[in-house]
């Protein structure tokens, strides 16, 4: 009796990717006795035994489950999600080799361990180590979803592989480090940030969030804890185009865009946010480097990617309490604190891209947004951003 799955998460022997359709060959049959799970092969005369998370794979197989679904089931057990799918994806391997179970329909079995995305003009690949994975991360990035059967080569390539109960980001071929379940959405979507500002065709990345409105952009500038990424929320709900929390890129034609990754959601802001988008709570919590606990909220509506001029500028300032107001803000002092929070490719500033700021921020409007309900913010805007 050979001891099949003693230790499942070994090394996979077939598919990169297992078939979403199987089903139970001819001659297999499963059994229990004396506590102990057999599982005999009539074709080749053997009688392997199974662990428990083995005969559970081959159990929920056997009632027609997809392979997706038995990892689902695993990770409802406790299993975490990147160990569920190594189990099922290294069990199934290793029985469709033996001949214990067969494909029912390869033709059509579906790939759901592999993302494209498009950022900043980017087109971007992300494969995952397991459909559990995939389930855990993908969400966070469906909103900027492209059709990878379009024919458009991939701009950059990523890959996340299961090890242990771990998880490698790696970027090309570029080994970018191990983390745990709750931290791999923050390390990829800071890989992500970082290639295309990198990568990107831009002349300047300022720190701002960025909402459209009549045809024209809107920056929210301010310190951390300002509150750009809850307002940014509160605004799209409200009817302003959302077009990224953390990064506006002026381009060459002296127009701006937004990087529009699900906003950040911090958890002192959960209770603030959720009154505009209760869904919030439904998302999955992660741990960023910096210790915070967040949730990525995809935009509720389809996000505005096209670049356009620059229509208002505000500085935000968060008060304890107080009427909110607007006051007029000197555009130079506006561009300063800009240029404060921005980088140009290169890390220096040129003479020509300092004009083409110039010319962009001569039609803004700017603003200090001093506040301390979020509605009287999104009132004050709303009214001044017609």
Same mark, same amino acid.
């Given at each position: ?9 070994? %090394? ?8 979403? !359709? ?11 006795? $004396? ?32 392979? $997706? ?10 299993? /975490? ?11 199934? @391997? ?16 579906? $790939? ?10 980017? @087109? ?5 180590? @397991? ?15 492209? #059709? ?62 960025? =909402? ?14 300002? *509150? !750009?990424? %809850? ?14 929390? #953390?990064?506006? =890129? ?28 209760? #869904? ?10 910096? *210790? ?28 304890? #309490? ?14 300063? /604190? ?7 490719? *290169? ?34 805007? *709303?009214?001044?951003?017609?």
């Amino acid at each position: 009796m050979t001891p099949l799955a003693e230790e499942i998460a070994g %090394t996979s022997v077939v598919p990169d990717v297992v078939p979403a !359709k199987l089903a139970v060959a001819t001659g297999a049959a499963f059994a229990v006795m $004396d506590g102990r799970k057999l599982l005999f092969s009539e074709e080749r005369q053997q009688l392997h035994e199974l662990n428990d998370i083995a005969a559970y794979i081959w159990c929920r197989t056997e009632e027609g489950a997809v392979p $997706d679904a038995v990892s689902d089931g695993l990770a409802g057990l406790g299993v /975490s999600p990147g160990a569920a799918g190594a189990y099922v994806r290294d069990a199934l @391997s290793e029985w469709c080799r033996l001949g214990l179970i067969v494909v029912e329909d390869p033709a059509k079995a579906p $790939d759901h361990r592999h993302q494209s995305i498009e950022v900043a003009g980017l @087109s971007i690949r992300i494969r995952y180590a @397991s459909g559990a994975l995939a389930r855990l991360v993908a969400p966070a990035f469906a909103h900027l979803e492209i #059709d990878a059967a379009a024919g458009r080569a991939a701009d950059l390539s990523f890959a996340i592989d299961a090890v242990g109960d771990r998880f490698r980001l790696l970027a090309g071929n570029h080994d970018i480090g191990t983390f745990a379940e709750n931290e791999i959405v923050p390390a990829l979507k800071a890989q992500l940030t970082a290639d295309v500002l990198a990568h990107g065709a831009y002349s300047l990345a300022i720190h701002a969030a960025s =909402l459209a409105r009549a045809g024209r952009m809107l920056l929210l500038c301010g310190e951390p804890g300002a *509150g !750009k990424t %809850t307002l940014t929320v509160a605004l799209a709900q409200a009817g302003f185009g959302y077009a990224g929390d #953390d990064i506006a =890129l002026l381009g060459p034609h002296g127009r701006v865009a937004g990087v529009p990754f699900a906003a950040s959601v911090k958890s002192g802001a959960w209770p603030l946010v959720s009154r505009f988008r209760p #869904d919030l709570e439904a998302v999955q919590v992660f741990r960023r480097s910096d *210790g915070q606990d967040v949730r990525y909220l995809p935009p509720a509506a389809p996000v505005a990617s096209t670049p356009l001029p620059l229509g208002w500028v505000v500085l935000l300032c968060r008060q304890p #309490d107080g009427p909110a107001g607007l006051a007029h803000l000197d555009r130079i002092d506006a561009m300063r /604190s800009v240029l404060a929070e921005a980088t140009a490719p *290169g890390q220096r500033l040129s003479a020509a891209v300092f004009g083409l700021l110039a010319k962009a921020m001569a039609g803004a409007d700017c603003h200090v947004l001093t506040y301390a309900r979020l509605e009287d913010a999104v009132h004050e805007l *709303g009214r001044a951003c017609a």
